[in-house]
């Protein structure tokens, strides 16, 4: 028994010892994993709250638009960005405030919110800000930026759409030579896509659109 007692005493110094050495530490580090638990349980709680409410405001802004409620439509745009603007509500107000504004005949707040959503936006959403944007900007006769907006990568399901827009700013600009390759190169990217068995332009669309763009080369002299 007394040899037992020794053994364990000899235990509870070890433990002991080894507590002296690093307990200290481990409590930091437990405190440390705790606060990184409660850290992330409240940026969820954060989150699921901004979206929450930014899917309240953002509903109201789709009731506005139907209702063609200009004022009702800019304030809860307005909302979104200001208030919610991490928020995929956001993006999405912003595209739908910039079709309605076009509709209303405010280019200049339709422009704005188009920026503001292809800076903020990602992938096909972003393509389609950028693409609207340019379009906005072409009306403008703002050439530099419309075609800065078309610059860099872009989805496979938009390629095509980008180079048959940056083909009508490069026609606007009496740059005719460019403008046929950029619509050629619009035909040839439709073709990858039909090929891919993806993108926007499918079916009755894919016709029309190569109609369309065929014209254009044969304004332009053939393509010269």
Not at 101 to 122: P, V, Y
Not at 149 to 155: R, Y
Request: aromatic share 8%; hydrophobic share 45%; glycine share 10%.
């Amino acid at each position: 028994m007394a040899a037992y007692d020794l053994e364990e005493q000899e235990q509870l110094a070890e433990i002991k010892a080894w507590w002296k050495q690093y307990g200290n530490r481990l409590v930091n580090v437990a405190c440390i994993v705790a606060l990184a638990v409660l850290a992330w349980q409240g940026w969820n709680w954060y989150q699921r709250n901004q979206a929450g409410q930014a899917s309240v405001i953002y509903s109201a802004l789709q009731n506005a638009v139907q209702e063609k409620d200009t004022p009702r439509v800019k304030a809860a745009s307005g909302e979104l960005l200001e208030k919610f603007g991490g928020t995929p509500y956001a993006v999405l107000g912003a595209l739908t405030s910039a079709k309605a504004m076009i509709e209303a005949g405010d280019a200049q707040t339709a422009k704005a919110q188009l920026l503001w959503a292809a800076s903020h936006a990602r992938d096909e959403l972003r393509d389609l800000a950028r693409l609207r944007a340019a379009v906005v900007l072409l009306d403008e006769q703002d050439y530099d930026q419309a075609l800065a907006q078309l610059d860099g990568s872009s989805g496979a399901a938009f390629a095509a759409r980008f180079q048959d827009t940056r083909g009508d700013i490069l026609a606007a600009q009496g740059k005719k030579t460019e403008a046929a390759a950029a619509y050629r190169t619009a035909l040839s990217k439709l073709g990858e896509l039909e090929q891919s068995g993806g993108g926007e332009w499918q079916g009755e669309a894919n016709v029309i659109a190569r109609e369309l763009i065929g014209q254009k080369i044969d304004a332009l002299g053939g393509g010269l």
